[in-house]
C-alpha cells in the first residue's frame, strides 16, 4: 500500500499548481481521501476531502473557494487544484486515505490510516 504525492513546486503569489495523490498496491476508489499541510513551526492542517465515489467534498475555511479537490477512480487518483495562492500556502503538503464508510470524510489526520511522503509547496515571489 503506498501514496505517491507529487506536483509541489515555486509559484508566485496568485499563481496555480495541482497537487496529485497516487495509490499503487490497492484501490483506493471506495476510501475517503484527505489532503493535509504542515508549515515550519506549525500544527499540521487539513486542508480538503473527498468521499468515495466524489460524492462530497469539504475544505478548510482559509481555502475554500481557492482550492478544489476531485478523484479519478479510473487513475486511482486524488488532485487538489490550488489557485489563487497565497505565502500562507507555503507548507509541505501530504495526502492521506481510508475507509471512512460511504459519503463521508474529515480533516482529522487520527481518522486516516496510510499517508503519502509529501511534496513541498513554496509560495514566493
Known amino acids: 500500500v503506498q501514496l505517491q504525492a507529487s506536483g509541489g513546486g515555486l509559484v508566485q503569489p496568485g499563481g496555480s499548481l495541482r497537487l496529485s495523490c497516487a495509490a499503487s498496491?490497492?484501490?483506493?476508489?471506495?476510501?475517503?481521501v484527505a489532503w493535509f499541510r504542515q508549515a515550519p513551526g506549525k500544527e499540521r492542517e487539513g486542508v480538503s476531502c473527498v468521499t468515495n465515489s466524489d460524492r462530497m467534498t469539504n475544505y478548510a475555511p482559509s481555502v475554500k473557494g481557492r482550492f478544489t479537490v476531485s478523484r479519478d477512480d479510473g487513475e486511482n487518483t486524488v488532485y487538489l487544484q490550488m489557485n489563487s495562492l497565497e505565502p500562507d500556502d507555503t507548507a509541505v503538503y501530504y495526502c492521506?486515505?481510508?475507509?471512512?464508510?460511504?459519503?463521508?470524510?474529515?480533516?482529522?489526520?487520527?481518522?486516516?490510516?496510510?499517508w503519502g511522503q509529501g511534496t513541498q509547496v513554496t509560495v514566493s515571489s
Open positions: 492521506a486515505t481510508a475507509p471512512l464508510g460511504a459519503w463521508y470524510c474529515t480533516l482529522k489526520g487520527s481518522d486516516y490510516d496510510y
Open positions: 498496491g490497492f484501490s483506493m476508489n471506495n476510501w475517503a
